[in-house]
Every structure is written in C-alpha cells, then in structure tokens.
C-alpha cells in the first residue's frame, strides 16, 4: 500500500491530507496520506528513513521547502530556480526527487477559472517578494509574460528576484505599487496581507482597469478585501484556493497513479 505524506512543523492546519485523502476516497485507491510533524533539526534523518517505511513520496510545507533542496539527490530546474520545493518523489532506486509545483497550481488555477486569460498579452503585475511570489514569478515567466512587474515592501527582496530572473522583471517602489497597476492585464497578491488576523493590503487599486485578471495567494478568507475591491472595479477574479489544490494534482499522480481532478467537490472538502 503506498504511503505518502506532509513534512512540516507546524503541521496541524495542514489541509493537504483533507485534499489528499478526498481523492484517496474518490478514486477508491489503497493508500494512505499522512501529516508528519517534523522539527527542522530532524529533518534529513527522518527524509531518509522514509522510503524504508513504505513513503513513495511526501509534500514539504513551512519551514522546510528551502532546506529540502540540499538533502535531495535530484532537483528539478524549476525547483532549483524558485529555490524550493514543495513535492518529493522517493524512485525505486532510492533517490529522492524534488519538485516545486507551486507555480504550476498557481497558472492551472487562473487557467480554470478564467480560461479567456491570455498571460502573454500585457505586463502582469506581482505585490510582494517572499517564497509563495517567486514560484508565481517562475510560472508566469514560463506562460510568457513579457513584463512583470513586482513591488514588495522590502525591496531588495524584489531587486533578488530581478537579478535570478532576468531582465522581464521590473522592480517598482512599494510606495509606487499603485501605479505599477496602470496598464496592468494580470494582477497578483503574495503577500500575506488580508488573511484571517492581518491587515488587509494596503495599495492603491484606482489604476486597475476593468477586466483585469486579479487573483490573491491568500485563501484564507476566500474572497479577500483585495479581491472584493477588485471585483466591484469590474475586474475578474479568481481566488486561491485552487492553486492549493492544483499544486497537489502532479504528486498525487505520481505517488498514486491516477491523475485526480479538481472540481467543487474538492473545494468542499478542503474548505
Ligand atoms: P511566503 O512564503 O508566504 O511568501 P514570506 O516569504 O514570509 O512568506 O513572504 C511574505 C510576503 O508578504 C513578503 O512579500 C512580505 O514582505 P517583506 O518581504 O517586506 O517581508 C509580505 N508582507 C508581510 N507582511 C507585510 C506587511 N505588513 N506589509 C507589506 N507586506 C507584507
């Protein structure tokens, strides 16, 4: 019976063994999905006992995507360019695989729910630099964005991503975040600003046209301020709770053999 899981300390609010477990059920496969508290200093040794255990795989959440890279074997490119991973492959020869499918959820969710959405069109515009932007960077890069733009609180964070990501990137002041939205056809928050307990995000929306693709990593709540007041200028919106579900989609096909689907019943399940 293959056994895969979820490495993380915290791991308690995890939802992906809710999400796991629901296509676990659906598809009546044998398997189990784990949460696995992990404290970072325990981390190397508990990844390599695991594929002794019966693990054909395992998700990595906060604090260990970025240190993951170090104790693989492989890493994929995209991995390596985002610099984490979120999904790890243990192959029959013993080799752990580590993959970052975070900006493959974020553009199979946007591609979901708004299949009208042409990335390529106009200049995309990202609020905030942490981990979770930089695999959107990566994936919107990859679907063709000609120029993104980025603003973040503590810029040198976004003059990073710059420098790793090349010359498409354009770095904006976090007091000019407002304007960077001025032309703007695809419009993103990662930060954390507007989930349960924070502040709502604090920029200027008055630039944004109508029409424009405005979607938030936060999904906790689902419809946040931001997204709220960019669906009453006219925008189309597209919360983020299915980048969560689609990043789950390739690991699970991997680990399970059986390519899952994500719909509404899945977002139930999860919610
Ligand atoms: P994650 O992996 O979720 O991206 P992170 O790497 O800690 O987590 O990044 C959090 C993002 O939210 C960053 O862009 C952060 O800005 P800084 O780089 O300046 O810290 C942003 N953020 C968090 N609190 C913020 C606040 N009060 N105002 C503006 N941006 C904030």
Known sequence: VPIAGVLG??????????????WLQRYGIDGHYIPIPVMPEHLAEVL???????FVGANVTIPHKESVLAL????????????AANTLIFRSDGKIHADNTDGYGFIANIRQHAPGWIPDLGPA?????????????????????TELRIANRTRIRAEQIRAEFGARVVVYDWAQAGNMLEGAITVVNATSMGMDGKPPLRVPLDALAPGTLVTDLVYTPLMTPFLLEAQARGCEIVDGLGMLLHQAAPGFERWFGHRPEVDDDLRRAVL
């Open 9 to 22: 300390w915290p791991i308690a609010h995890s939802r992906s063994p809710r999400l796991h477990g629901h």
């Open 48 to 54: 390599r006992a695991m594929p002794r255990m019966g």
């Open 72 to 83: 693989a074997d492989v890493v994929t490119d995209r991995a390596a360019l985002i610099g």
């Open 125 to 145: 515009a990202l609020i905030g630099a942490g981990g979770a932007a930089r695999a959107v960077v990566a994936s919107l890069l990859e679907s063709g964005v």
